[in-house]
Every structure is written in C-alpha cells, then in structure tokens.
C-alpha cells in the first residue's frame, strides 16, 4: 500500500487556521494604525480664496478681542512694499544708554514672541486675568502702541511706596496692601534719596494679575527695569511675561498699532 507524504498543513490543519488569523489580525491592526497616522497628521485646512495674502499665521489672518469694553483687531499690514521709517527703522544707538539687553531680565520671567503675546491676548488679557502692559513713558505711548495694551511708564515702580499713585497702580493689576511696617534692612529699599527711611507695606500678590510687559526693543531698558522693580516688590516671576522685540519688532512685522485717544501721530 503507498503512503502519501502528508504536510504539516494537511496532518493539522488548524495550523493554516490560525496563521491565517494572525495574518488578518495584523493586517487589520496596520491599517488601522496608519488611519490613525493619517488622521494625527492631516493638514488643516487652506485659507479660503480671497483673504488676506499677508497672514499672521498660514491659518490666521487676524486677531479679534476684546478689553477694557472695547474691541479691537490685529493683523499685518497688506502693502508688501511697505517699509519702516523714522525712529525705529535705526539700527544703531548710543550705547549706553541704548544698548542691547539680555533675553532674560530677571531668572523666572518668561521671554515671548509675537505669537505667544497674542495667545496671551485670548488666554488671559480677553478673560480678565492678564494685562498688557506698555511700560514706556506716556510720551512714548501716545505715538502709538499694540492693541489692548495700557500704559503704566516703569517709573511708576519705581516710586515710594508710601505714594499714592503707587498704591493705586498695583491695586489695578490685583495686590493688595497691608499694614505699613518700618524698613530695617537692606532688602527692597532701603532709604530714599534724601537718606530719610522709607515705608513699605505688606503686599499680597496671591490674586495679583498676569503681566506681559513692552518697550521699544531689544535696545530699550524701559520694560526690564520695570520688571526689576516689580520682582523686587514680590511680584511672583511665574506671572511676568517679557515681549523683548518690542515695537521696533511689532512694526517691523508690519503689526498695526493703535494711537490713544488724545494723541496725534503714531509710531513709524
């Protein structure tokens, strides 16, 4: 009698079963991992036809918001031919007073760029939690500044805390004063000018306001010094944003400025 040679196959066949199986599983498995690949990494959608062709971002042309119970909108302007003039078209300044400045005016603070000062406009200055502080002198100011921000001039920080314009700027940004105790240290600020000691008032900072502060620029030690004074008042670091760029920057990526009412030119 012959005996056929039978393969592993025939003589068990749930073997063919099961590789197939295995073979579907992973198939299935592939596919829907490379699914899941393509749907992770889909491209958003294009602008539509029509908008603007100098965009902030590929998908935003602009930035509308509200604060202060006014509304307000940034974007870039449209004239691809347009250049700065004046002022901030210099590159080069005495130095010092006008030299450049470190990306970190005091360890703790935030450095931002144009694009997280916007979120910053969304996520905080929208909501109430946030301020967008132009800390130059109200000459500075009134030339024109970004949208939404206010001016409190970094002297302003600077002042005895005894002054009452002092104790109202920092109950704006949400701290609160205390009761008044007498310096016997070294630490914040010592004496004044005349030698006469000064009185500092207990300060809470633990509802105290989000600030992203401004200049002029890079060459501009307007908004680091007020900064400075801020950190050495308690103002907690992790609430301190430092846009260096300032409006030499703002301008230069051809942003929109506002002029304050009042005032009669604007920044160029």
């Known amino acids: ?5 039978m393969t ?49 971002t590929p998908f935003m042309s602009e930035l509308a918001f509200t604060a202060h119970g006014k509304k307000y909108t940034i974007e870039r302007v449209q004239d691809q031919e347009n250049a700065l003039t004046g002022g901030f078209a210099k590159t080069s300044r005495k130095c010092p007073p006008f030299c450049v400045h470190e990306m970190v ?12 000062l916007l979120e910053f406009i969304k996520n905080k200055l929208e909501k109430g939690t946030g301020v967008l502080l132009d800390a130059r002198t109200e000459e500075w100011f009134k030339k024109g500044t970004i949208p939404g921000s206010i001016n409190i001039p970094f002297t302003t920080f600077e002042l005895n805390e005894a002054d009452p314009k002092f104790a ?15 310096f016997s240290n070294s630490d914040l600020r010592g004496t004044d000018d005349f030698g006469q000691t000064r009185r500092s008032f207990s300060l809470d900072f633990s509802h105290a306001k989000e600030l992203l502060l401004f ?11 007020a900064i400075r004074a801020l950190v050495k008042l308690g103002y907690p670091t992790s609430k ?29």
């Not at 599983?25 to 592939?30: C, D, K």
């Not at 889909?42 to 062709?53: D, F, L, S, V």
């Not at 005016?105 to 997280?116: D, F, K, N, W, Y």
């Not at 301190?240 to 160029?268: C, D, H, S």
């Open 105 to 116: 005016p005091v360890p703790g603070v935030a450095t931002v760029g144009e694009l997280e």
């Open 240 to 268: 301190l944003y430092y846009y260096r760029g300032g409006m030499q920057e703002w301008l230069l990526l051809g942003f929109n400025v506002i002029v304050p009412e009042g005032a009669k030119t604007a920044a160029r």
């Open 168 to 182: 109202k700027t920092l109950e704006s940004l949400g701290v609160k004063r205390g009761t008044s105790v007498n």
């Open 215 to 225: 200049c002029n620029g890079a060459w501009c030690d307007q908004s680091p010094r």
């Open 8 to 56: 592993t196959a025939q003589r068990r066949p749930w073997m063919g079963w099961t590789a197939a199986l295995v073979l579907g599983l992973a198939s299935t498995m592939a596919a829907l991992a490379a699914e899941t690949v393509v749907k992770k990494e889909a491209p958003r959608t294009a602008p539509p036809a029509g908008t603007k062709e100098v965009r902030i």
């Open 1 to 5: 009698m012959k005996v056929h040679d």
